[in-house]
């Protein structure tokens, strides 16, 4: 009974010990995403915190549980190696994932379309690449050669906001320099504002 109870206390801890170093990894990481891809508010365009939230937490509990499940000071340390091993390779993939969905959250462009500023997130737009950029939606005239096209992807549900071939790109210095735009978002309206270090939502 006392050695029973002494491997289930030796398991806790080497699990406690994985949570704190895991904990304080995550959080590194947490903060190195927030401010280098959510700077200026940018995290009030989507619901960011509870997403971030669920996935470092998912991870941050699986790791523990699987090393008090998997590791005992009765295996042998070669098998405690491969164990832990294929524990940490487990995590690694499970941040990477992670990591993907939540690069998926950033702003992909803002688009003018009827007098109103949308944002599209990376996950939502068709292009390859995702530069962030403002512009404005320009529709085709009717009977013109292109609107057919336009009209055939109204059919398949492809918003006008997504349509990145009637987008024409204009300068953030030049829009909302006069008063703050209110912009359109998943999480509800935000405030637009261009100042020296690009643009800053509220």
């Known amino acids: 009974m006392q050695n029973t109870l002494k491997v289930y206390r030796t398991k806790f801890v080497w699990s406690f010990i994985h949570f704190l170093v895991g904990g304080l990894f995550l959080l590194l ?84 379309w009827q007098n109103s500023y949308f944002t599209v997130l990376k996950s939502e737009d068709r292009r390859a690449n995702h530069d962030e950029a403002l512009y404005h939606f320009n529709e085709p005239t009717v009977q013109s050669n292109e609107r057919a096209f336009y009209e055939m992807m109204i059919k398949n549900a492809i918003p006008p906001i997504e349509m990145y071939e009637y987008f024409v790109e204009v300068s953030a210095s030049n829009e909302c320099k006069d008063s703050p735009c209110e912009v359109i978002t998943k999480s509800g309206l935000v405030k637009l504002e261009n100042t020296k270090n690009g643009m800053v939502f509220y």
């Open 29 to 112: 990481v947490a903060t190195w995403l927030f401010f280098s891809w959510f700077d200026n508010g940018r995290y009030l365009l989507t619901d960011l915190v509870s997403i971030t939230v669920i996935i470092l937490s998912i991870d941050l509990i699986i790791g523990p549980i699987f090393n008090f499940w998997l590791l005992s000071p009765l295996k042998s340390k070669r098998e405690n190696t491969i164990n832990f091993s294929c524990i940490l390779i487990m995590q690694v993939v499970s941040l990477g994932y992670g990591i993907t969905q939540i690069d998926g959250q950033r702003l992909a462009y803002i688009v003018k």
